[in-house]
């Protein structure tokens, strides 16, 4: 066998990293004077960010923090609350306060995922909110570090903790700091959203990481070799080109080079994957079959699994790791007998070498050894890979019941997914709409509003050929609701609801079905929005009288919410008014978060758009003040815009700019709130005479108004822009687009 190198794979020194760490000794300074924040650092895998936040774990143990470390791991995104479980788990190694914390968490956690009654919003809420105090609880007698590393494989629910935490976090000793890879913030990951809340609001910062330059890639392979003579220039030049300046792909295409004396000898490898399979190939038979079998495992891998799997005796699988970690592949982790592969790049270029039968046969065996004691998310993904699609589809679905239970919208429908892929073709038709509904109502939680509307027509289809039509009535008011934001027509949103009453007179359904109460109570409001005030009205009394037969407090309180505005709108001022307000104070005190945020945007918009600017301010604020408590956001960006309104028509131009912009940016794809910040910088432009940005502005709310086909939503664009043409000297369009808005 041959000797293990001696020479290092791992840079000694952190090369083209002096600014950051000047960075982080300021905001650790400023931390232990009282001052926290959240800073996160950013890079592209490989660039370096486990090494500069070890740096700054022990620049800040020197400066007498204390430092309490967690990771997320690539199945967290389908593990509710992945990184805090991996913070509990590291707290309670430790004695006193802080073991008790790694309990709390825990324990709050477990218990969350027991089934409740209620509003899940609350509940997810409140749960939130707990966790936040325990992790702030930390900082106790000495100042302290939390560090956060790989948050792109974070979950909604850790990062909605770290969140609160953020905001919490300024008057406090702590310093938390967070790694994530900035080349994989794709579309659905949780980060993307939540990394660009926290940075427009000013509750984190964030420092990237930039590739090295020759020179530095220069430093790196000399301090390697510890010989500032033994690295040829042009070898470096080599290894920039070949390693885009990021520090890991350098350490190991040099890595590949070396001779077993320690010296430079070989050919740089093309790409990073061929460097570290050329590392491997050098390795002896048993410590590059238990490297293959961790690489199945994942990044992490605890060696009593490993050992299992292989079903090899602890004092080899010993000797297979110390060879792994003398050739830096792997190293200790933080959990008592748990290893973790130098980086994932690492991990994924040995599983992506072996053969396809040798994975699937490897998964199904780790499947087996964690389906007694791991996650069922775990569990399910291994499953998968094994291609044994009954056990997967079992596992799948019982994580993402659990992750609903948590109110984990986007892990749940990962799983729901997953689920779906691997569901029996002999599958009954109602057992599979049940799991597209459920998977639906997920997607409509987390704003994926286009899957939502899939999920539940699939599964009406499927009821309709079981012939099981009231409950695929069922079905049609969350449809309409995820239609109506994807900009669904009136005709097609009242078509459909209309469909699902003619669905239970057919299925003969009695008159306390609180299906009935919910169509009723979705007609009314359809029919508001578009100010058919008498339609409105008729079926938004039926749905009272529907939803007090089914015993449905929520269908009624919605139904009586929309009444009030229409009352409103139609004269019926006091009556309105006293409707909308009593629903407010009823909502809140049952509890029902989601109404009575629905109750106080309908009272503040209808306000605004009545010109009762005083009234509307006041619901507004106090509305936008309720929202952001219950983190309902999209209720709360949408009160926000037509805050904006008033601030504009009330004199407060700058402060309607700043709140439109603010809708704009953070309404997260709402439609309804996207026209009315629209409208207001297109009135806003008017003012000021800039006739080029306010068509533009209006003539996109117009559009977008256009195609839902609500009177509410383009009237306004239509006057402004009849207005532009006139004051442009064009009266002809200004009288069509007159007749347009009439």
Known sequence: MRAVRATPLTSPVLVGRDDLLELADRRLDEARSGRGQVLLLAGEAGIGKTRLLGAIERRAGLAGMAVVSAAAFPRDLEVAGGPLLDLARALELERGHRSEIGRGLRERLAEADARRRGDAHRHRRLLVADLADLVLGL????????????????????????????????????LVVGTYRSDELYPRVPMRDWRSRLLTQRLAEEARLARLDVAQTALVARALLGDPTAVPHELVLQLHRRSDGIPLHVEELLGATFTDAGGVGGVVPDTLADAILARADRLPARAR?????????????????????????????????RELQDRFFVLPGRRNGWYDFRHALIRDALYAAMGPRARRRLHARVAELLSDTGSEAAVSAHFELAGLL???????????????????????????RRALRTAPRDMPASARARVLAEYAAEAAAGDENAAAVEGYEEARQLLLEAREAGTAAALLPPLVAARHLLGASLDERVGLLGRGLEELDRAQAPRSDPTRARLLAGLSAAYMLDRRLEDSIE???????????????EADMNASVTLGAVFVFAGR??????????????????????EAARAYRMIGSAASVLVEYERAERWLREGIEYAERAELWNHRHYMGAHLAHVAWATGAPETAE???????????????????????LGYLGMGRGDVTSAERWLGEARAEGERMGELQRYSPAVWGLAELALLDGRAGDAMELCGVGL
């Open 539 to 553: 079926h938004g009394e039926a749905a009272r009288v529907a939803a007090a037969a089914a015993a449905d407090p």
């Open 573 to 594: 001022m006091d009556e309105g008014w006293e409707l909308l307000e009593t629903a407010v104070a009823t909502a809140r005190d049952a509890g029902l978060e989601t």
């Open 390 to 416: 009954a056990p997967a589809h079992r596992s799948a679905l019982a994580a993402a019941r659990r992750a609903s239970r948590l109110s984990s919208h986007r892990e749940a429908v990962d799983l729901y």
């Open 289 to 321: 079959k238990l490297a293959e079998a961790a690489a199945i495992v994942g990044r992490s891998f605890d060696t009593d699994l490993v050992a299992t799997l292989l079903d090899r005796p602890a004092d080899e699988i010993d000797r297979g790791l």
């Open 658 to 680: 700043r709140l439109a912009t603010d809708a704009l940016a953070d309404g997260r794809g709402g439609i309804t709130t996207r026209i009315t910040a629209l409208h207001v």
């Open 139 to 174: 900082a106790d007698d000495r100042p302290l570090l939390v560090s956060f590393e790989d948050l792109h494989w974070a979950d909604d629910l850790a990062l909605e903790v770290i969140g609160q935490v953020a905001r919490r976090v300024r008057d406090m000793r702590m």
